[in-house]
């Protein structure tokens, strides 16, 4: 719906590799470089796990993970075509697609993905009573929530986390913050949700505090690109131009360039010219390009 | 006289000032356009020593400046879009004289309307419908031998309007020095100054230069927007200060244009007031107030600009 197929990294040494799909579980579950671990399940999926919804579902996370959004969306919707039944891709889609704009997709994949986890609700028909689709899969998600026994009592964290996206696309940014705070009550060290909760603070003006919860994140996982990419937005937001331009040369330099020119991080790299141009520099925004090399920055940038 | 260790000449710039221009623009079945223009050409470059040395042998005559305007408008299918005729013409400087380093053009539009006779669009006639000016500014410099930076900004200027309601001003400090009396209903009369700005392009030099990056952008369609911006949030704001309009007209124009960064407002509050009539027996104020006195001076002067902010991604 929103790109076609994925296009792969062209230069990947783990197509020789006789293994990658278990290298790239290797690779995640011990917290190593995003962009390895990408370029292994890149190859996973051209080779035995082509067929794999759930190896293109990883791709999909990883490729979020490391601020590549159009790949992530890609990859993700492979996923969910191979397999509908593929559960934990869909709120990754959902994400994806809302930080994309693309929100009415967001809140269909969702409902989808609530259809799949509670086939036995009994979900209004907002077709029929030309409800806002928000406002419908809002209405959903609530009935989800009082399900477990007709009480909200122990509440499903993904219906927890739906609902803050649902909420964070209307721009009730209070309640959205309200649903990633109760879900990580129940998963403290998910460092997705603390960056879901940074983001969402950032975006209704509270950069000091989406600063804090970034770094929560980013202890967990430390090579997590994304909240180092949202650490250097925030940092733009408030005015430290400088400190921006060092998280996002960090995370750019993560990307490890050589290896991957194919998927490259619009966001990243337009931030970063967006950045120069505000410390009045279009001296080095011009040098900020895809594929640049980076020691050129190193003389005046720590990162 | 020519070395003076006292003192040193910190920058220079010159040029040719107030170049009117019209230009007429054919089509078929005798259809015209008409396009006006009064055109700023300055120079910066190695001419310090016309100034320390009374040296002219690098200088070039601000007539011939006005003469290239001239010249570069007859050949040019810019003129319609001021934004690309103005770094036109400082690319142009920069090409022909090795010894310039910047360019600043600066263009004003004056406005020219189609008239509208017995119900139909004439061919050649127009009226001015308006005094306020679109403005336009190339700043053209090397970067090196071979490249040159061209910023670009758009904006507009001595854009007059008066709203008679829907403007209050209360909760301001008030101390020793206060005399103004709160108002939930005043009239609210300003002169539009606004610039916004593009993102700086590079362009190798030369006349064969790929302009894809400047001309792919719509001048025009981020002008008018603007432009009606900057009237309907006038005008249908409920204004609780010139401060607050200003920034969501400034906010609108970064919404609607992807290609602005940056908006700069700068609105004068022409104050208007009632005029005390109370010595003659007559209610003059709150809602009987119908008599008032423009003030040319002093006025208010409200300035800010508003740039784009990156959103944070879940």
């Not at chain 1, 197509?15 to 292994?40: C, I, K, V, Y």
């Not at chain 2, 002008?223 to 949030?233: E, F, K, P, S």
Request: aromatic share 8%; proline share 3%.
């Amino acid at each position: 719906m929103t790109g076609g197929p994925y296009t792969f990294e062209t230069d990947n040494q783990y197509l020789q590799h006789p293994n990658p799909f278990a290298e790239a579980q290797r690779l995640r579950d011990e917290g190593g470089s995003l962009t390895e671990a990408a370029l292994a399940l890149e190859a996973a999926v051209q080779g035995t796990e082509s067929a794999n919804a759930n190896a293109w579902r990883q791709l999909g996370e990883v490729q979020a993970e490391n601020e590549k959004e159009s790949a992530a969306v890609r990859a993700l919707e492979r996923a969910l075509e191979l397999d509908d039944n593929c559960l934990p891709a869909y709120v990754p889609l959902a994400v994806s697609l809302v930080n994309e704009g693309h929100d009415r997709q967001a809140y269909a994949t969702l409902e989808r993905w609530l259809r799949q986890r509670y086939p036995d609700l009994l979900i209004a028909d907002g077709a029929a009573m030309a409800m806002d689709v928000r406002e419908r899969v809002i209405d959903s998600f609530l009935i989800a929530a009082r399900s477990s026994d007709g009480v909200t009592r122990d509440m499903d964290p993904d219906v927890q986390v739906g609902l803050g996206i649902l909420f964070y696309g209307g721009g009730e940014y209070e309640k959205a913050i309200d649903c990633f705070v109760s879900a990580l009550e129940s998963r403290p060290e998910d460092y997705l949700l603390w960056n879901r909760l940074g983001a969402t603070l950032a975006n209704s003006g509270k950069s000091e505090e989406a600063i804090a919860a970034y770094h929560r994140a980013l202890d967990i996982k430390p090579t997590f690109v994304r909240a180092r990419y949202n650490l250097g937005v925030s940092c733009v937001n408030i005015g430290c131009h400088r400190e921006a331009v060092e998280h996002l040369l960090g995370a750019l330099a993560m990307h490890n360039n050589k290896q991957s020119t194919v998927n490259v991080s619009a966001s990243l790299w337009e931030t970063l010219r967006r950045s120069f141009y505000m410390m009045d520099r279009a001296d080095l925004a011009e040098l900020a390009q895809p594929g640049a090399d980076l020691d050129k920055f190193r003389g005046e940038f720590d990162f | 006289m020519a070395s003076n260790t006292r003192v040193v000449l910190k920058s220079q710039r010159y040029g040719k000032d107030r170049v009117r221009l019209v230009k007429v623009i054919r089509g078929d079945n005798g259809w015209q356009d008409v396009v006006e223009l009064t055109v700023r050409v300055l120079l910066e470059g190695d001419f310090e020593t016309s100034y320390t040395h009374a040296d002219n042998s690098l200088v070039v005559a601000t007539d011939s400046m006005k003469n290239t305007v001239y010249v570069l408008a007859k050949q040019s299918n810019h003129v319609g879009r001021p934004e690309l005729f103005a770094q036109e013409l400082g690319r142009h400087f920069l090409d022909t004289y090795s010894h310039v380093s910047t360019a600043h053009v600066r263009i004003l539009q004056h406005r020219w309307a189609r008239m509208n006779v017995q119900g139909r669009l004439h061919p050649h006639s127009f009226r001015r419908d308006g005094d306020d000016k679109r403005v336009c500014e190339a700043h053209v410099s090397r970067t090196d031998h071979s490249r040159y930076r061209v910023d670009i900004s758009s904006g507009i200027s001595q854009l007059l309007v008066l709203k008679t309601t829907g403007s209050s001003f209360t909760n301001f400090v008030r101390d020793r020095f206060t005399t103004l009396p709160e108002t939930t209903d005043r009239i609210l009369s300003t002169v539009v100054e606004a610039e916004w700005r593009f993102h700086p392009a590079y362009l190798t030099a030369g006349a064969n230069a790929r302009e894809d990056r400047l001309t792919d952008i719509d001048y025009d369609e981020v002008y008018q927007a603007a432009r009606n911006i900057t009237l309907n949030v006038f005008a249908e704001d409920n204004s609780a200060s010139v401060q607050a309009t200003l920034y969501r007209m400034a906010q609108q124009i970064i919404e609607v244009a992807p290609d602005v960064d940056q908006v700069y407002y700068a609105l004068p509050n022409k104050h208007v007031f009632t005029v005390n009539l109370e010595p003659f027996g007559l209610k003059n104020t709150g809602s009987d107030a119908t008599i008032f006195m423009p003030f040319d001076d002093p006025s208010g002067l409200i300035t800010a600009t508003v740039v784009r902010k990156s959103a944070a991604k879940l």
